[in-house]
């Protein structure tokens, strides 16, 4: 099982970018999603989850309003739309598949991570 994340890059402050996490290996299409971010010499954090079906979605409130998840199981793909960056939002971005069906913001419910990609918020 494999999760790809792809989308980052160098944006101003008030832009945006949409990352995405593709899973190849296996549907994740019954299992909660997640995205964590890291930023230089800071622990991994929670940025947002969503569940198998979408109908539970969650964000940790410093990125409420301005990020949105979103999947296509489809295509098994999770999204991350970003809006209104700020440089704190600076970091490695990983998403995550987790081992339940239910939105989760545990790191420890989530079994598959990908490689990150990084984004850059620039003043």
């Known amino acids: 099982v494999q999760l790809q994340a792809s989308g980052g890059g160098l944006v101003q402050i008030g832009g945006s970018l949409r990352l995405s996490c593709v899973t190849s290996?296996?549907?994740?299409?019954?299992?909660?999603m997640g995205w964590f971010r890291q930023a230089p010499a800071k622990e991994r954090e929670f940025v947002g989850t969503?569940?198998?079906?979408?109908?539970?979605?969650y964000y940790t409130d410093s990125v409420k309003g301005r990020f949105t998840i979103s999947r296509d199981n489809a295509k098994n793909t999770v999204y991350l739309q970003m809006n209104s960056l700020k440089p704190e939002d600076t970091a490695v971005y990983y998403c995550?598949?987790?081992?339940?069906?239910?939105?989760?913001?545990?790191?420890?419910?989530?079994?598959?991570w990908g490689q990150g990609t990084q984004v850059t918020v620039s003043s």
């Open positions: 995550a598949a987790g081992r339940h069906s239910w939105a989760t913001a545990r790191t420890s419910d989530y079994v598959y």
């Open positions: 290996g296996r549907t994740n299409s019954n299992n909660a």
């Open positions: 969503i569940s198998w079906n979408a109908g539970t979605i």
